[in-house]
């Protein structure tokens, strides 16, 4: 059997990039020959996160052949997805957007929850299959909270992500607020002016 590639959606964020590689963990622990890949460039915001933790980016997913298998993390909508996945083999989701233009030939695990993040989902998914979460992958899925939330400050935000990223960043072993800004400051410095307002104009509250 071909090798299971697992990515998120084009134009990357952080969950994107750290749900792959997370879930990529996950199928490992489980005995699956799974590796996570990406659709476009890590942002420096990603990049941040990856350095801080010592892990290393996915690489880039290479053209899909016909019936090749794949995991979905952080997106379902096709026209956000690779080239060619109308063709390949489906077999799993792990989501927290609306499904849209999505079908598949086969039957699937499909896993889409309302919260503010995939990493809050995939941190049950440890839970819930008995794995172990390393302090790395604790770090990538904090960041990807803080990073979809805005620290926390989105509307988006549910009760889960805020409880998933409390146990989370104990074993990341850092603090939530200082790391988070500083993540968030990476990526706001060259990209996304609304955090980098969030990041300015909150600052005096931390
Ligand atoms: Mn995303
Ligand atoms: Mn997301």
């Given amino acids: 059997m071909?090798?299971?590639k697992i990515f998120g959606h084009q134009n990357p964020d952080t969950d994107t990039i750290t749900s792959a590689l997370v879930?990529?963990?996950i199928e490992q622990q489980l005995g699956n020959d799974a590796v996570?890949?990406?659709l476009g460039e890590v942002n420096p915001e990603t990049q941040y996160a990856l350095?801080?933790?010592?892990?290393e980016a996915p690489a880039m997913l290479e053209p899909l052949e016909d019936d090749a298998p794949v995991i979905l993390v952080d997106h379902n909508e096709f026209q956000q997805s690779a080239e060619?996945?109308?063709?390949?083999?489906?077999?799993?989701?792990?989501?927290?957007?609306r499904i849209s233009n999505f079908r598949t030939e086969s039957p699937l695990y499909y896993?889409?929850?309302?919260v503010g993040c995939t990493a809050t989902i995939l941190k049950k998914i440890y839970a819930e299959n008995d794995l172990t979460i390393s302090r790395e992958m604790a770090g990538l899925m904090l960041s990807a909270i803080i990073s979809d939330t805005l620290l926390f400050k989105s509307p988006t935000t549910t009760e889960e992500d805020r409880k998933a990223?409390?146990?989370l960043r104990e074993i990341a072993e850092v603090d939530r607020e200082e790391y988070g800004i500083e993540m968030l400051k990476a990526g706001a410095s060259t990209s996304d002016k609304s955090a980098e307002a969030l990041i300015t104009g909150d600052a005096k509250t931390f």
């Fill in 2 to 4: 071909t090798q299971t």
């Fill in 84 to 97: 060619n996945i109308e063709k390949a083999a489906i077999l799993k989701v792990f989501d927290h957007h």
């Fill in 51 to 55: 350095d801080h933790f010592g892990v």
């Fill in 165 to 167: 990223a409390e146990a």
């Fill in 36 to 38: 996570a890949r990406r």
């Fill in 23 to 25: 879930t990529a963990d």
């Fill in 111 to 114: 896993r889409a929850e309302p």
